[in-house]
């Protein structure tokens, strides 16, 4: 017997209704910022595991969805590896967790299509000064973790 894994659109509407009602520092709704990490994961040349694991990158870590939640979930194990790979712990410096992401397959590839989203100059361009100055230092910071030079 195969089992059956979540579409991607069901898994788009999943992401939509969890993160329903938040919005990111800019005040703006949440999932359009997982929209625009999905089609960063597509444009990369991301499949459908990676492009499932964008919509729910934060999920976990924004208590939209919980663990449990995403290990009983319908979806691959690398969906599940790369959201949990992504997912930020509690007390966890970043050199750890761009460990965990480099050690992870497809996670990467995801991350990068995050912090090109973080980092989108628009999307800093709304937030005060030194909100912007802490998160591109942040952003700059994982990117030279990863090995993804300056974007």
């Known amino acids: 017997m195969t089992e059956t894994h979540l579409t991607l659109a069901e898994v788009e509407g999943l992401a939509r209704r969890a993160h329903e009602g938040q919005t990111d520092k800019a005040g703006r709704p949440y999932a359009e910022h997982l929209a625009a990490v999905a089609e960063g994961v597509r444009a990369r040349g991301g499949d459908a595991e990676q492009i499932a694991a964008a919509w729910l990158h934060d999920a976990v870590e924004d208590d939209a969805l919980s663990e449990e939640w995403l290990m009983a979930a319908a979806l691959t194990a690398r969906t599940k590896a790369v959201v949990q ?20 397959p497809g996670a990467l590839l995801v991350k990068e299509a995050d912090l090109a989203h ?19 230092e942040k952003y700059m910071r994982m990117r030279k973790l990863l090995g993804l030079g300056q974007g």
């Open 85 to 104: 790979a992504l997912t930020k712990r509690a007390g966890e410096g970043p050199e750890a967790y761009a460990r965990r992401i480099l050690a992870t």
């Open 118 to 136: 973080n980092a989108d100059p628009g999307r800093l361009a709304v937030l005060d000064e030194p909100t912007r100055k802490r998160l591109t």
